[in-house]
């Protein structure tokens, strides 16, 4: 006889993307990150501009890397800046909103037929 997989407890925390494979419940940081946000046309621009920056300011440093008499004793300004970059663009996508979710967008379509 095959065994079939248990329920999850309804005390336990759902996380529906893991919920029959996480041993563990995921912490509700992670549920944020996996959830898609909304970036409006002027943010997505600013990230794009920094994304092109990163990359290149990242092949500079690479080619910087590969020169023999590079020293590679303390970080350069090249990855201070990338670092400095990557940090904005965080902060440009963090502080877009959330996407919502099916549930969400469902439980809306049923108010509007209720309304």
Known sequence: MPLLPQPIPLSAPACPTHARFCAAPCSPSSKAALRPRIIPQ??????????HAIEYL???YALVCRRPLHSKAAPSGEVQAIEILKAHSRDIYSSCPFAPS???RICLWLDLLRA
């Not at 002027?42 to 994304?51: F, N, V």
Request: hydrophobic share 45%; no cysteine; aromatic share 0%.
């Open 42 to 51: 002027r943010e997505g621009r600013a990230l794009e501009i920094l994304g």
């Open 58 to 60: 990242a092949d500079e």
């Open 102 to 104: 099916l549930i969400e």
